[in-house]
Each structure stands twice: as C-alpha cells, then as structure tokens.
C-alpha cells in the first residue's frame, strides 16, 4: 500500500549566481526570463529541481540550458525559503554561485532565457523573485571565503602573473594590496608553480607566468596548511 503525506509540498528550484572576471571587474551572469512570471526581467540562472535529480545535478544542468556553461567550480551557498518568494506557489530555492574564466566561456541563453549577458557587480539591474538578495549573499560569501581557500583561481587564466593575481584579489575583496607584501606572502605559501614563460604581446616588460600547483596544495592541506591572504 503507498503511502501519502497529509502535509502539502512546496516546489524545489535552484538559483546560481555565476561570477567571472575581465579586465573591467568582477561581472555576474544574468538571463532575461522569457516566460511569466517577471517575463522581460533580468534573474538569475536557475529552474526547477526534477523528481529524479539531485540538487547539484539540477544547478548544472539549468546553468548548461539557460546559459551553455558546462564544466565549473559550482558550491552550494544557502536556502531561501521565504512564503511570498515566487507569486505562482510556494517555492523554496537552494542556490548556488560558481565562478568561471571569462575567456572560456560563451554564453548562450536558450529554452526559457531570452538572452544570456554578465553585468558589473556594481551596476546591477533589479531582479526578479528575491534574486537581489541571492546575489549578495554570494558575493558575501565570495568576499569571504576567497580569503581562506584557494577559489580566486578558478577566475583566472591557467596561466597568469602576479600582476593579475594581485588585481584579481583587489577586485574580489574591493580594496587595494601592498605589492611587495602580497608577492611575499602568496610566493611563501608554496602553492604557485613558476613557468618557464612570459607574457606575450603586451607593449610593457613582459612578466613571469605561473600557474596553480593543485596537487601541492592537497599534499599541504593534508598536512595541515591553512590558506590565508
């Protein structure tokens, strides 16, 4: 005999608040919802979790139909829940944020996405549901844990300079560095593996690339290294 709950069931859905970076700032991934309700508003990339998906299944395959992004660094952020949030029916979202390299990716919109675009953090549109609020608790979080974990590299080229990775950390965490103490402290922690390489095409001096060295990070972890900027 099945048995059925007496109690009703909210919906599932998942929202993610996709950040990258160029050379003008930190920018966020928005689609223009093509379908009521808020048809014409900018939100966030997101949708309805299926029957027989798991939550982080559902965020990536919304991200892959709304926007074409496959294959990124993708965590879980928070619940929202608040009655009222979605005027169709009572809907609780588990979002996510993801970051991506800018130049890896091109956004496409598609099924209920009219188009794809990245925004200025700075100089955002009001958004539909409470995606506002979504939005700042991942930049929230992103200003936070950047700090304590190496995810800043997932919005940089695999290879870099200390150039742009000092300017990555300023722009993530909206405040300048000393230059001579950051390239002290992020070359003393023992996780950037120095190329045999340079800059190409740049009109000044070109600089040394490096690159992330994962695998020394995990052997250092397990030590116990504890990763601070």
């Not at 970076?21 to 808020?38: H, S, W």
């Not at 974990?149 to 150039?163: N, R, S, V």
Request: charged share 30%.
């Amino acid at each position: 005999m099945a048995f059925t709950y007496e109690h009703p069931h909210p919906a599932v859905t998942v929202d993610c608040a996709v950040f990258g970076l160029d050379e003008d700032g930190l920018k966020a991934l928005l689609i223009q919802r093509d379908v009521e309700p808020f048809a014409g508003r900018w939100a966030l990339p997101g949708g309805f979790v299926r029957p027989d998906e798991g939550l982080e299944a559902a965020a990536r395959r919304e991200l892959r139909e709304e926007t074409g992004l496959e294959r990124l660094f993708l965590e879980q952020l928070y619940t929202f829940g608040e009655p009222g949030r979605d005027p169709r029916e009572r809907v609780i979202t588990v979002a996510w944020y993801a970051l991506v390299r800018l130049a890896d990716h091109r956004v496409q919109a598609a099924t209920d996405a009219r188009q794809a675009a990245w925004f200025p953090v700075d100089d955002m549109p009001s958004l539909a549901f409470d995606h506002d609020a979504i939005l700042t608790t991942a930049l929230t979080r992103l200003h936070g844990k950047v700090r304590w974990q190496p995810i800043g590299f997932e919005l940089l080229p695999p290879k870099f300079t200390l150039t742009q990775l000092q300017r990555m950390y300023e722009t993530v965490l909206e405040r300048g560095l000393d230059k001579r103490n950051f390239r002290k402290k992020v070359l003393g922690l023992g996780i950037l593996e120095e190329l045999d390489e340079v800059e190409q095409d740049v009109a000044h001096r070109a600089a040394r690339l490096y690159r992330f060295d994962q695998k020394a990070y995990q052997r250092m972890v397990r030590d116990g290294f504890n990763f601070e900027i």
